[in-house]
């Protein structure tokens, strides 16, 4: 793999249900990040990583949860899915070394709760 | 509160120049982005700003004013290719960034 990687590429679900949604990056970034998309709205922050090991609430937090276990991974939990949370995520990376550096995107989730 | 405001919508010819711009009022600047994103697919990094001034990359410009609180992209020769959203993100005094909602740039033959 080159870059992030992220799976499902979509997915429909029914509300209540749990939802694990992976996110992988191979290119030894220390930070990552979940986005949500919305029609008209801006990129919104879920949660974030600076580092393995550690992990922060973003500005939609709510319903969600996250780990980073180890460098290259950083799944997001959706503990009991509502439909308020259909939507595209994006995760996203940046190598941390340096507060110049850009963010490199995965091709996203699309996500549909029923 | 923090705000990134862009037009929704642009309408450019093939061939001709467009103008998009960006206005924010954040707690903290510590840097400027453009993105680039089309249409079901991922944004991609196009330009950053620190300091005020232009910043050239081809066909694609940025200008930043700190004092103004304001950034405008510059796209050159446009092709159709270049249809897509345009995102304006600042990054704010937690290092965080804060994007704008994206102007979408139609162009025309």
């Known amino acids: 793999i080159a870059g992030i990687t992220q799976a499902p590429t979509s997915q429909i679900l029914a509300a209540g249900r749990r939802m694990t949604l992976r996110c992988t990056q191979d290119?030894?970034?220390?930070?990552m990040y979940w986005y949500r998309q919305d029609l008209g709205l801006g990129l919104r922050l879920i949660h974030y990583?600076?580092?393995?090991?550690?992990?922060g609430k973003g500005e939609v937090p709510d319903g969600y949860s996250v780990s980073r276990a180890n460098t290259d991974d950083f799944p997001l939990t959706l503990a009991s899915a509502v439909p308020s949370q259909t939507s595209v995520y994006f995760c996203a990376s940046r190598s941390g070394t340096s507060s110049l550096d850009e963010q490199f995107f995965g091709p996203g989730t699309r996500l549909t709760v029923l | 509160g923090q705000n990134i405001d862009q037009p929704t919508e642009m309408t450019a010819t093939e061939g001709a120049i467009v103008q998009i711009n960006c206005t924010y009022q954040?707690?903290?600047?510590?840097?400027l982005f453009w993105y680039q994103q089309h249409a079901g697919e991922a944004p991609t990094f196009l330009s950053y700003n620190v300091l005020d001034g232009l910043e050239e990359k081809g066909r694609f410009s940025s200008f930043l004013s700190r004092s103004k609180g304001y950034s405008y992209l510059l796209l050159k020769e446009l092709q159709m290719k270049d249809s897509a959203s345009y995102l304006c993100a600042v990054k704010d005094s937690n290092y965080q960034l804060i994007w704008g909602a994206g102007t979408k740039l139609i162009i025309k033959p």
């Open positions: 954040t707690s903290g600047f510590n840097g």
């Open positions: 990583s600076n580092t393995a090991g550690t992990t």
């Open positions: 290119m030894r970034h220390n930070a």
